[in-house]
Protein backbone atom coordinates (compact mmCIF):
# COMPACT_ATOMS: atom_id res chain seq x y z
CA UNK A 1 0.00 0.00 0.00
CA UNK A 2 1.37 3.09 -1.13
CA UNK A 3 2.07 6.29 1.71
CA UNK A 4 0.98 9.54 1.85
CA UNK A 5 4.82 10.56 2.05
CA UNK A 6 5.56 8.15 -1.46
CA UNK A 7 2.21 9.99 -3.26
CA UNK A 8 3.47 13.19 -2.44
CA UNK A 9 7.34 12.38 -3.82
CA UNK A 10 5.34 10.91 -7.41
CA UNK A 11 3.83 14.26 -7.62
CA UNK A 12 6.00 16.70 -5.19
CA UNK A 13 4.16 20.12 -6.28
CA UNK A 14 1.03 19.85 -5.05
CA UNK A 15 -1.54 22.32 -3.67
CA UNK A 16 -2.56 22.18 -0.05
CA UNK A 17 -6.24 20.73 -0.77
CA UNK A 18 -4.13 18.06 -2.48
CA UNK A 19 -1.73 17.24 0.06
CA UNK A 20 -3.46 17.59 3.61
CA UNK A 21 -2.68 14.57 5.31
CA UNK A 22 -6.21 13.64 7.71
CA UNK A 23 -4.39 10.54 10.06
CA UNK A 24 -4.30 11.20 13.16
CA UNK A 25 -1.32 9.44 15.15
CA UNK A 26 -0.53 9.00 18.23
CA UNK A 27 2.23 10.68 19.95
CA UNK A 28 4.95 7.89 21.12
CA UNK A 29 7.44 9.55 23.15
CA UNK A 30 10.47 7.30 24.55
CA UNK A 31 10.96 7.29 28.29
CA UNK A 32 14.56 8.70 29.16
CA UNK A 33 16.05 6.42 31.72
CA UNK A 34 16.82 8.54 34.86
CA UNK A 35 21.00 8.97 35.32
CA UNK A 36 23.04 7.40 37.81
CA UNK A 37 24.34 9.74 40.33
CA UNK A 38 28.07 10.71 40.04
CA UNK A 39 30.26 9.42 43.39
CA UNK A 40 30.52 11.50 46.07
CA UNK A 41 33.31 13.49 46.36
CA UNK A 42 34.27 14.10 49.91
CA UNK A 43 34.82 18.16 49.43
CA UNK A 44 34.65 20.68 52.45
CA UNK A 45 32.29 22.58 50.63
CA UNK A 46 29.18 22.42 50.31
CA UNK A 47 28.25 21.39 46.48
CA UNK A 48 25.65 23.78 44.78
CA UNK A 49 22.40 22.46 43.98
CA UNK A 50 22.86 20.03 41.05
CA UNK A 51 21.52 22.19 37.99
CA UNK A 52 21.45 20.86 34.27
CA UNK A 53 24.49 21.31 32.38
CA UNK A 54 22.67 22.82 29.66
CA UNK A 55 21.37 26.04 32.05
CA UNK A 56 24.81 27.09 32.81
CA UNK A 57 24.79 27.68 29.19
CA UNK A 58 21.59 30.21 29.65
CA UNK A 59 19.81 27.63 27.21
CA UNK A 60 16.32 27.04 28.95
CA UNK A 61 15.05 30.43 28.89
CA UNK A 62 11.55 30.02 28.64
CA UNK A 63 11.97 26.45 26.52
CA UNK A 64 9.61 23.78 26.68
CA UNK A 65 11.68 21.29 25.11
CA UNK A 66 7.93 19.85 23.96
CA UNK A 67 8.43 21.03 20.19
CA UNK A 68 7.60 18.75 17.18
CA UNK A 69 10.30 20.37 14.56
CA UNK A 70 13.22 21.60 15.54
CA UNK A 71 16.07 23.52 13.37
CA UNK A 72 19.71 22.47 14.08
CA UNK A 73 22.18 24.58 12.66
CA UNK A 74 25.60 24.54 13.46
CA UNK A 75 27.59 27.94 11.89
CA UNK A 76 28.87 31.65 13.34
CA UNK A 77 27.31 35.06 11.90
CA UNK A 78 28.95 34.64 8.65
CA UNK A 79 26.92 31.85 7.88
CA UNK A 80 23.41 33.41 9.58
CA UNK A 81 21.59 34.21 6.03
CA UNK A 82 21.51 30.42 5.91
CA UNK A 83 18.70 30.49 8.68
CA UNK A 84 17.59 33.94 8.12
CA UNK A 85 16.23 33.32 4.64
CA UNK A 86 14.35 30.41 6.16
CA UNK A 87 12.17 32.67 8.94
CA UNK A 88 9.43 33.42 6.76
CA UNK A 89 8.66 29.56 5.79
CA UNK A 90 9.59 28.69 9.63
CA UNK A 91 6.83 31.07 10.93
CA UNK A 92 4.11 29.48 8.89
CA UNK A 93 5.33 26.25 9.62
CA UNK A 94 5.09 27.12 13.49
CA UNK A 95 1.18 28.11 13.00
CA UNK A 96 0.97 23.89 12.61
CA UNK A 97 3.92 22.62 14.28
CA UNK A 98 5.59 23.39 17.55
CA UNK A 99 8.84 25.09 16.55
CA UNK A 100 12.46 25.16 18.51
CA UNK A 101 15.85 26.30 17.18
CA UNK A 102 18.67 24.61 18.04
CA UNK A 103 22.08 25.89 17.15
CA UNK A 104 25.94 25.79 18.78
CA UNK A 105 26.51 29.01 18.49
CA UNK A 106 26.39 31.78 21.22
CA UNK A 107 26.55 34.72 18.90
CA UNK A 108 23.68 32.86 17.18
CA UNK A 109 21.95 32.01 19.97
CA UNK A 110 21.71 35.73 20.97
CA UNK A 111 20.91 37.05 17.36
CA UNK A 112 17.73 34.36 17.34
CA UNK A 113 16.33 35.28 20.56
CA UNK A 114 16.52 39.52 19.95
CA UNK A 115 15.52 39.44 16.14
CA UNK A 116 12.27 36.66 16.22
CA UNK A 117 9.95 35.36 18.57
CA UNK A 118 11.52 31.74 18.07
CA UNK A 119 12.18 29.23 20.93
CA UNK A 120 15.81 29.02 20.95
CA UNK A 121 18.26 26.94 22.40
CA UNK A 122 22.25 27.07 22.33
CA UNK A 123 24.37 23.65 23.33
CA UNK A 124 27.78 24.08 23.71
CA UNK A 125 28.79 20.68 24.50
CA UNK A 126 27.58 17.56 22.26
CA UNK A 127 26.62 16.96 26.13
CA UNK A 128 23.88 19.90 26.02
CA UNK A 129 23.13 18.07 22.62
CA UNK A 130 22.60 15.14 23.95
CA UNK A 131 20.15 16.30 27.01
CA UNK A 132 18.06 18.12 24.81
CA UNK A 133 17.14 15.79 22.10
CA UNK A 134 16.35 13.22 25.47
CA UNK A 135 14.82 15.91 27.06
CA UNK A 136 12.46 16.76 24.24
CA UNK A 137 10.33 15.19 21.84
CA UNK A 138 11.56 16.08 18.49
CA UNK A 139 9.73 14.35 15.53
CA UNK A 140 11.75 16.54 12.93
CA UNK A 141 14.92 17.98 13.16
CA UNK A 142 15.71 20.11 10.40
CA UNK A 143 19.25 21.00 8.52
CA UNK A 144 19.79 23.91 6.16
CA UNK A 145 23.60 23.18 5.56
CA UNK A 146 26.13 20.21 5.85
CA UNK A 147 28.21 21.18 8.79
CA UNK A 148 30.59 18.84 10.24
CA UNK A 149 28.55 19.00 14.13
CA UNK A 150 25.50 18.02 12.00
CA UNK A 151 26.59 14.07 12.57
CA UNK A 152 26.38 15.00 16.50
CA UNK A 153 22.63 15.58 16.06
CA UNK A 154 22.10 12.66 13.96
CA UNK A 155 22.91 10.45 16.16
CA UNK A 156 19.42 10.77 17.77
CA UNK A 157 17.37 7.79 16.58
CA UNK A 158 13.64 8.89 17.12
CA UNK A 159 13.41 11.69 14.73
CA UNK A 160 13.14 12.36 11.43
CA UNK A 161 16.15 14.29 10.31
CA UNK A 162 15.21 16.29 7.10
CA UNK A 163 18.00 18.40 4.61
CA UNK A 164 16.15 21.43 3.51
CA UNK A 165 19.77 23.53 2.51
CA UNK A 166 19.86 27.34 2.29
CA UNK A 167 20.21 27.14 -1.93
CA UNK A 168 21.66 25.43 -4.81
CA UNK A 169 24.02 26.21 -6.97
CA UNK A 170 25.88 24.22 -9.40
CA UNK A 171 29.00 24.24 -6.63
CA UNK A 172 29.85 20.05 -5.60
CA UNK A 173 28.70 20.84 -2.61
CA UNK A 174 24.74 20.60 -3.91
CA UNK A 175 25.18 16.90 -5.05
CA UNK A 176 27.34 15.88 -1.60
CA UNK A 177 27.15 12.19 -0.66
CA UNK A 178 26.45 13.89 2.90
CA UNK A 179 22.46 14.41 2.11
CA UNK A 180 22.29 10.18 2.25
CA UNK A 181 22.84 10.61 6.27
CA UNK A 182 18.87 11.92 6.46
CA UNK A 183 15.57 10.36 6.24
CA UNK A 184 14.45 13.69 3.16
CA UNK A 185 16.05 15.96 1.56
CA UNK A 186 13.65 18.90 0.17
CA UNK A 187 14.89 20.21 -3.31
CA UNK A 188 13.79 23.04 -5.05
CA UNK A 189 12.73 22.03 -8.60
CA UNK A 190 14.16 19.59 -11.17
CA UNK A 191 17.63 20.63 -11.79
CA UNK A 192 18.47 19.77 -8.06
CA UNK A 193 16.76 16.46 -8.83
CA UNK A 194 18.28 15.51 -11.60
CA UNK A 195 22.10 16.65 -9.91
CA UNK A 196 21.42 13.96 -7.11
CA UNK A 197 20.14 11.68 -9.30
CA UNK A 198 23.19 11.79 -11.80
CA UNK A 199 26.05 12.07 -9.60
CA UNK A 200 25.14 9.75 -6.63
CA UNK A 201 26.04 6.65 -5.84
CA UNK A 202 23.51 4.08 -4.50
CA UNK A 203 20.75 6.51 -3.82
CA UNK A 204 17.52 6.24 -3.09
CA UNK A 205 15.91 9.00 -5.37
CA UNK A 206 12.70 8.61 -3.23
CA UNK A 207 13.80 10.13 -0.36
CA UNK A 208 15.04 13.45 -2.36
CA UNK A 209 11.21 16.04 -3.09
CA UNK A 210 10.62 18.91 -5.17
CA UNK A 211 9.07 21.36 -2.85
CA UNK A 212 9.91 24.56 -4.70
CA UNK A 213 12.00 27.61 -3.11
CA UNK A 214 9.93 29.31 -0.20
CA UNK A 215 12.11 32.16 0.48
CA UNK A 216 11.21 33.69 -2.57
CA UNK A 217 7.52 34.25 -1.40
CA UNK A 218 8.72 36.21 1.65
CA UNK A 219 11.55 38.90 0.28
CA UNK A 220 11.61 42.07 2.07
CA UNK A 221 10.72 45.59 0.43
CA UNK A 222 14.12 47.82 1.06
CA UNK A 223 14.64 51.43 -0.47
CA UNK A 224 15.71 52.09 -3.42
CA UNK A 225 19.50 53.74 -3.92
CA UNK A 226 20.17 57.14 -4.98
CA UNK A 227 21.28 57.00 -8.38
CA UNK A 228 21.36 60.51 -9.38
CA UNK A 229 23.96 61.97 -6.94
CA UNK A 230 26.18 64.21 -8.41
CA UNK A 231 30.20 64.42 -8.75
CA UNK A 232 31.21 66.46 -5.97
CA UNK A 233 34.14 67.14 -7.54
CA UNK A 234 32.54 69.03 -9.66
CA UNK A 235 30.34 70.67 -7.04
CA UNK A 236 30.87 74.53 -8.47
CA UNK A 237 30.28 73.10 -11.89
CA UNK A 238 26.85 71.76 -10.93
CA UNK A 239 25.79 74.98 -8.79
CA UNK A 240 26.15 76.82 -12.13
CA UNK A 241 23.87 74.27 -14.13
CA UNK A 242 21.18 73.30 -11.79
CA UNK A 243 18.66 73.18 -14.56
CA UNK A 244 20.90 70.66 -16.02
CA UNK A 245 18.79 67.03 -17.02
CA UNK A 246 19.69 64.38 -13.96
CA UNK A 247 21.68 61.42 -14.98
CA UNK A 248 19.30 58.53 -14.84
CA UNK A 249 22.13 55.75 -14.10
CA UNK A 250 21.65 52.02 -14.60
CA UNK A 251 21.86 49.83 -11.49
CA UNK A 252 24.45 46.95 -11.66
CA UNK A 253 24.90 44.64 -9.09
CA UNK A 254 28.24 42.88 -8.54
CA UNK A 255 27.21 40.00 -6.00
CA UNK A 256 30.86 38.15 -6.25
CA UNK A 257 31.22 34.85 -3.90
CA UNK A 258 33.53 33.46 -1.46
CA UNK A 259 36.49 30.93 -1.92
CA UNK A 260 34.57 28.41 -0.18
CA UNK A 261 35.95 25.28 2.30
CA UNK A 262 38.23 24.00 -0.68
CA UNK A 263 40.10 25.22 -3.81
CA UNK A 264 37.70 22.47 -5.62
CA UNK A 265 34.15 24.32 -4.70
CA UNK A 266 36.44 27.89 -5.38
CA UNK A 267 34.48 30.35 -7.51
CA UNK A 268 35.01 33.89 -6.78
CA UNK A 269 35.81 36.52 -9.27
CA UNK A 270 37.67 38.66 -6.96
CA UNK A 271 41.48 37.77 -7.52
CA UNK A 272 41.23 37.31 -11.10
CA UNK A 273 38.79 40.25 -11.82
CA UNK A 274 37.46 42.07 -9.18
CA UNK A 275 39.23 44.98 -8.69
CA UNK A 276 39.35 45.61 -12.28
CA UNK A 277 35.36 45.22 -12.36
CA UNK A 278 34.74 47.75 -9.81
CA UNK A 279 36.68 50.14 -11.54
CA UNK A 280 35.09 49.87 -14.63
CA UNK A 281 31.74 50.41 -13.75
CA UNK A 282 33.01 52.92 -11.40
CA UNK A 283 34.42 54.98 -14.61
CA UNK A 284 30.64 54.92 -16.32
CA UNK A 285 28.90 57.52 -15.68
CA UNK A 286 26.01 55.93 -16.69
CA UNK A 287 26.22 52.81 -14.48
CA UNK A 288 25.55 52.63 -10.61
CA UNK A 289 26.83 49.70 -8.55
CA UNK A 290 25.61 47.77 -5.49
CA UNK A 291 28.48 45.54 -3.98
CA UNK A 292 27.26 42.45 -2.34
CA UNK A 293 29.91 40.30 -1.55
CA UNK A 294 29.30 36.63 0.25
CA UNK A 295 29.40 36.91 4.06
CA UNK A 296 32.42 34.98 4.21
CA UNK A 297 34.45 36.19 1.91
CA UNK A 298 38.33 36.24 2.61
CA UNK A 299 37.60 33.88 5.52
CA UNK A 300 39.98 31.26 3.61
CA UNK A 301 42.24 33.11 1.53
CA UNK A 302 44.12 36.38 2.81
CA UNK A 303 44.44 37.65 -0.90
CA UNK A 304 40.46 37.47 -1.27
CA UNK A 305 40.12 39.18 2.06
CA UNK A 306 42.39 41.98 1.33
CA UNK A 307 40.73 42.80 -1.81
CA UNK A 308 37.44 42.62 -0.71
CA UNK A 309 38.40 45.30 1.90
CA UNK A 310 39.84 47.08 -0.66
CA UNK A 311 36.93 47.34 -3.09
CA UNK A 312 34.72 48.15 0.24
CA UNK A 313 37.49 51.42 0.94
CA UNK A 314 36.86 52.46 -2.81
CA UNK A 315 32.86 52.42 -2.57
CA UNK A 316 32.58 53.55 0.70
CA UNK A 317 31.24 57.46 0.29
CA UNK A 318 31.03 56.98 -3.42
CA UNK A 319 28.67 59.00 -4.84
CA UNK A 320 27.43 56.13 -7.65
CA UNK A 321 28.19 53.22 -5.40
CA UNK A 322 27.37 51.45 -2.04
CA UNK A 323 28.34 48.59 -0.08
CA UNK A 324 25.62 46.06 1.09
CA UNK A 325 27.08 43.73 3.66
CA UNK A 326 23.74 42.68 5.74
CA UNK A 327 20.32 41.61 4.80
CA UNK A 328 18.92 39.24 2.11
CA UNK A 329 20.13 40.14 -1.20
CA UNK A 330 17.16 38.92 -2.83
CA UNK A 331 15.65 42.37 -1.49
CA UNK A 332 17.84 44.25 -3.88
CA UNK A 333 16.79 42.47 -6.87
CA UNK A 334 13.65 44.82 -7.52
CA UNK A 335 16.10 47.88 -7.90
CA UNK A 336 18.20 46.31 -10.12
CA UNK A 337 19.02 46.59 -14.14
CA UNK A 338 21.56 43.74 -14.21
CA UNK A 339 23.53 41.52 -12.15
CA UNK A 340 26.63 40.01 -11.77
CA UNK A 341 27.04 36.76 -10.16
CA UNK A 342 29.96 33.72 -10.00
CA UNK A 343 28.49 30.33 -9.66
CA UNK A 344 26.33 30.55 -6.81
CA UNK A 345 22.95 30.26 -5.31
CA UNK A 346 21.94 33.73 -5.28
CA UNK A 347 22.37 33.31 -9.49
CA UNK A 348 19.54 30.67 -9.05
CA UNK A 349 17.03 33.17 -7.15
CA UNK A 350 17.73 35.83 -9.41
CA UNK A 351 15.79 33.87 -12.51
CA UNK A 352 12.45 34.47 -10.56
CA UNK A 353 12.99 38.57 -11.63
CA UNK A 354 13.78 37.73 -14.98
CA UNK A 355 16.45 40.35 -15.49
CA UNK A 356 19.68 40.38 -17.79
CA UNK A 357 22.82 38.60 -15.74
CA UNK A 358 26.47 38.61 -16.54
CA UNK A 359 28.36 35.28 -15.00
CA UNK A 360 32.01 35.42 -14.76
CA UNK A 361 33.56 32.57 -16.02
CA UNK A 362 35.87 30.71 -13.57
CA UNK A 363 35.24 27.02 -14.34
CA UNK A 364 38.64 26.96 -16.39
CA UNK A 365 40.40 27.58 -13.05
CA UNK A 366 39.27 24.33 -11.32
CA UNK A 367 40.90 21.43 -12.62
CA UNK A 368 38.49 18.67 -11.99
CA UNK A 369 35.60 20.32 -13.73
CA UNK A 370 35.81 21.31 -17.82
CA UNK A 371 32.10 21.64 -17.77
CA UNK A 372 29.96 24.61 -17.41
CA UNK A 373 26.91 23.78 -14.80
CA UNK A 374 23.47 24.58 -16.45
CA UNK A 375 23.08 27.92 -14.89
CA UNK A 376 25.59 29.46 -17.64
CA UNK A 377 22.78 29.09 -20.30
CA UNK A 378 20.55 32.27 -18.33
CA UNK A 379 24.06 34.51 -18.63
CA UNK A 380 26.40 36.09 -20.35
CA UNK A 381 29.87 34.72 -19.66
CA UNK A 382 32.85 37.14 -18.96
CA UNK A 383 36.29 35.43 -19.28
CA UNK A 384 39.74 36.92 -19.38
CA UNK A 385 39.41 36.80 -23.68
CA UNK A 386 35.77 39.65 -23.56
CA UNK A 387 36.50 41.18 -20.63
CA UNK A 388 38.14 44.47 -22.07
CA UNK A 389 34.46 44.86 -23.38
CA UNK A 390 32.75 44.30 -20.05
CA UNK A 391 31.31 47.32 -20.38
CA UNK A 392 29.77 47.00 -23.52
CA UNK A 393 28.29 44.20 -22.99
CA UNK A 394 26.82 46.01 -19.81
CA UNK A 395 24.78 48.04 -21.85
CA UNK A 396 24.04 45.70 -24.33
CA UNK A 397 22.41 43.46 -22.11
CA UNK A 398 20.25 45.71 -20.14
CA UNK A 399 19.40 47.26 -23.61
CA UNK A 400 18.53 43.91 -25.39
CA UNK A 401 18.27 41.19 -22.84
CA UNK A 402 19.85 38.76 -25.56
CA UNK A 403 19.41 35.29 -23.56
CA UNK A 404 15.41 36.40 -22.39
CA UNK A 405 13.94 33.10 -24.13
CA UNK A 406 17.20 30.68 -22.44
CA UNK A 407 16.61 32.13 -19.37
CA UNK A 408 13.21 31.43 -18.96
CA UNK A 409 13.32 27.63 -19.93
CA UNK A 410 16.33 27.79 -16.88
CA UNK A 411 13.90 29.19 -14.40
CA UNK A 412 11.82 26.78 -14.67
CA UNK A 413 13.93 23.92 -14.52
CA UNK A 414 15.75 25.49 -11.57
CA UNK A 415 13.20 26.78 -9.74
CA UNK A 416 9.89 24.47 -10.89
CA UNK A 417 6.43 25.08 -12.17
CA UNK A 418 5.41 26.66 -8.95
CA UNK A 419 2.98 29.56 -8.09
CA UNK A 420 5.49 31.74 -6.07
CA UNK A 421 2.78 34.78 -6.25
CA UNK A 422 0.18 32.72 -4.22
CA UNK A 423 2.76 30.82 -1.65
CA UNK A 424 2.45 27.48 -3.16
CA UNK A 425 5.86 26.59 -2.31
CA UNK A 426 5.21 27.39 1.02
CA UNK A 427 2.14 25.13 1.56
CA UNK A 428 4.24 22.57 -0.07
CA UNK A 429 6.75 22.65 2.53
CA UNK A 430 4.83 22.78 5.76
CA UNK A 431 2.21 19.93 4.40
CA UNK A 432 5.58 17.96 3.70
CA UNK A 433 6.83 18.38 6.93
CA UNK A 434 3.29 17.67 8.40
CA UNK A 435 3.48 14.15 6.89
CA UNK A 436 6.88 13.78 7.82
CA UNK A 437 6.11 13.96 11.53
CA UNK A 438 3.05 11.82 10.61
CA UNK A 439 4.90 9.19 9.31
CA UNK A 440 7.84 9.21 12.30
CA UNK A 441 5.26 8.59 14.03
CA UNK A 442 4.07 5.67 12.14
CA UNK A 443 7.49 4.59 12.00
CA UNK A 444 7.91 4.59 15.88
CA UNK A 445 4.52 2.43 17.10
CA UNK A 446 6.04 0.39 13.69
CA UNK A 447 9.15 0.08 15.47
CA UNK A 448 7.80 -0.95 19.13
CA UNK A 449 5.37 -3.49 17.32
CA UNK A 450 7.92 -5.20 15.21
CA UNK A 451 10.69 -6.30 17.77
CA UNK A 452 12.88 -8.77 16.87
CA UNK A 453 15.70 -10.83 18.43
CA UNK A 454 18.45 -13.31 17.71
CA UNK A 455 20.16 -13.43 21.02
CA UNK A 456 20.72 -16.69 22.10
CA UNK A 457 19.30 -18.86 24.37
CA UNK A 458 21.13 -20.37 27.17
CA UNK A 459 20.63 -23.80 28.76
CA UNK A 460 21.36 -25.00 32.28
CA UNK A 461 24.29 -27.17 30.39
CA UNK A 462 26.11 -23.78 29.10
CA UNK A 463 27.11 -23.06 32.53
CA UNK A 464 30.28 -24.77 34.27
CA UNK A 465 29.32 -26.79 37.16
CA UNK A 466 31.31 -27.02 40.01
CA UNK A 467 31.59 -29.32 42.92
CA UNK A 468 30.31 -28.30 46.52
CA UNK A 469 33.06 -30.65 48.20
CA UNK A 470 35.84 -28.23 48.20
CA UNK A 471 38.70 -29.21 50.39
CA UNK A 472 41.33 -27.30 52.18
CA UNK A 473 43.85 -29.87 51.97
CA UNK A 474 46.40 -27.82 49.30
CA UNK A 475 46.10 -24.45 51.47
CA UNK A 476 45.61 -22.86 54.44
CA UNK A 477 41.76 -21.71 54.74
CA UNK A 478 43.42 -19.20 57.08
CA UNK A 479 45.14 -17.61 54.27
CA UNK A 480 41.70 -16.46 52.13
CA UNK A 481 40.40 -12.58 52.79
CA UNK A 482 36.64 -12.46 53.16
CA UNK A 483 34.97 -9.80 51.69
CA UNK A 484 34.94 -7.35 54.42
CA UNK A 485 38.93 -7.73 54.90
CA UNK A 486 39.46 -6.31 51.05
CA UNK A 487 37.24 -3.85 51.54
CA UNK A 488 39.01 -2.30 54.43
CA UNK A 489 42.69 -2.63 52.98
CA UNK A 490 41.39 -0.68 49.62
CA UNK A 491 39.07 1.57 51.72
CA UNK A 492 36.54 1.37 49.91
CA UNK A 493 33.53 1.71 52.08
CA UNK A 494 30.42 -0.85 52.02
CA UNK A 495 27.93 1.82 50.61
CA UNK A 496 30.29 2.33 47.40
CA UNK A 497 30.96 -0.96 46.81
CA UNK A 498 26.81 -1.28 46.42
CA UNK A 499 26.90 1.36 44.51
CA UNK A 500 29.03 -0.05 42.02
Known amino acids: MMSKLSKFVKSPLISVADSIYKHSSKDVVKPVPAKKPAAKKPAAKKPAAKKPAVTQNRMFDNIRLRDEVALYFDG ?5 YQIEQWLGPLQALSKVKTFIFVVRNKYIFEWIRKNTDFQVVYCRLIDNV ?22 QSLITRDAFHVHINHGESDKLSTVSNQTKAYDYVLLVGPAAYDKYHNNLLNKDMSRYIQIGRPQLEYIAKVKKPITDRQDPANAQENLMFANAEVVNRHVVLYAPTWESTHESMNYTSLQNFGLSLVDAILEDPDLYLIYKPHPNTGSRVVEVKKINAEIIKRLQGHYKAEVVLDGDINSLYEHVDLAIFDNSAVAIDYLAVEKPMLMMDMFD ?24 DVLQIIHQEIEHDTVAKRRAKVKNYFL ?3 DYANNESTRNFVEMIKMICDERDAA ?10 HEPVFEESDYIQIEDNISCEDFSCDDVADETDIVSETGITEELVQDK
Open 444 to 453: VEALADDQIS
Open 365 to 388: KLSDRNDKPFITNAATMISEDNFV
Open 130 to 151: MQVFEQGEFKCVLYVNHAQKNF
Open 416 to 418: GDV
Open 76 to 80: GLGNL
